[in-house]
């Protein structure tokens, strides 16, 4: 074999494994996991959420306070789901399972941010207008010109006036009145393209710079779901929430999470390991 020969080989092996250091997925068996609690919202929109009349936490809101940390309680949600489930907030009908955990973990290399989702999706939905895929799961980041994004989570991308919502628009999605969402999402469909997409005064399922890889699993009755996306920097607290779409659900009706944080060597809700 000649020398240049070899050379090239042996800087293609290089490279070769380089790349695969840089996608190699995390010893998930090595990161803490947190459940984080997600329950259907019916229709409680941020306009329900800023409404005194409708809604008691407003005040502390005002106040800086988080939803988090009004209403999550050993390892629970203390909210009325009777109320939730009733006809004035949820007029199609409530699924049967108002609320159920997702095992959350998170881990970070120079690149990449890593993301996995565990969980066990419910049937007894009220509305099954998906045919294709019978989950879906997304993670939204806000950045910080959405108004108290690390109070409410996604909660400010969802209105009054989006489609599913009782005599709303049906070409309407989610969006935002200021700052934008970073929306990354898998789909269960075979053959689903992973959403990389982003939420500003109208939502896009591509175009997003996320670099967003998503890659999603069954056993028995429970999935996991993991994404990759870039990482948003070392010493970053980055405020997220999550949205699990099951037993062929679309739209407003989904499972949701409050609005946590993700620290990156830095604090947060949940902190995610460094690889």
């Given at each position: 074999m000649k020398k240049s020969t070899a050379s090239l080989l042996v800087v293609g092996t290089l490279l070769a494994l380089g790349s695969q250091m840089a996608v190699a997925a995390p010893d998930w068996a090595k990161v803490p996991k947190r459940d984080i609690n997600v329950f259907h919202p019916g229709v409680t929109p941020i306009e329900w959420v800023g409404k005194k009349s409708d809604h008691s936490g407003t005040a502390g809101l005002k106040k800086g306070e988080t939803c988090v940390g009004c209403h999550e309680e050993k390892g629970t949600l203390n909210f009325n789901f009777k109320r939730l489930a009733d006809k004035e907030l949820e007029p199609k009908g409530a699924p049967k399972t108002m609320m159920y955990p997702v095992g959350v973990q998170a881990a970070y290399d120079a690149?990449?941010?890593?993301?996995?989702?565990?969980f066990k999706a419910p049937t007894g939905g009220a509305d099954k207008s998906d045919k294709e895929n019978e989950v879906k799961a997304a993670v939204m980041f806000p950045d910080s010109k959405v108004p108290q994004a690390a109070q409410v989570g996604c909660w400010a991308s969802c209105h009054t006036d989006a489609r599913t919502m009782p005599g709303a628009d049906d070409k309407k999605?989610?969006?935002?009145?200021?700052?934008?969402?970073?929306l990354m999402q898998w789909k269960s469909a075979k053959g689903a393209k992973v959403v990389d997409g982003t939420v500003t005064t109208e939502r896009k399922m591509d175009g997003g710079a996320l670099g967003a890889k998503a890659e999603g699993s069954k056993a028995g009755d429970t999935y996991t779901v993991t994404f990759t996306r870039k990482n948003p920097g070392e010493g970053k607290t980055v405020p997220f929430g999550i949205?699990?779409?099951?037993d062929n659900a679309t739209g407003r009706f989904h499972h949701v999470s409050l609005g946590y944080?993700?620290?990156?060597?830095?604090?947060?809700d949940l902190k995610a390991t460094k690889q």
């Open positions: 690149s990449n941010l890593y993301i996995r989702l565990t999605t989610k969006y935002a009145k200021e700052g934008s969402y970073e949205a699990i779409h099951g944080t993700l620290g990156l060597g830095a604090e947060g």
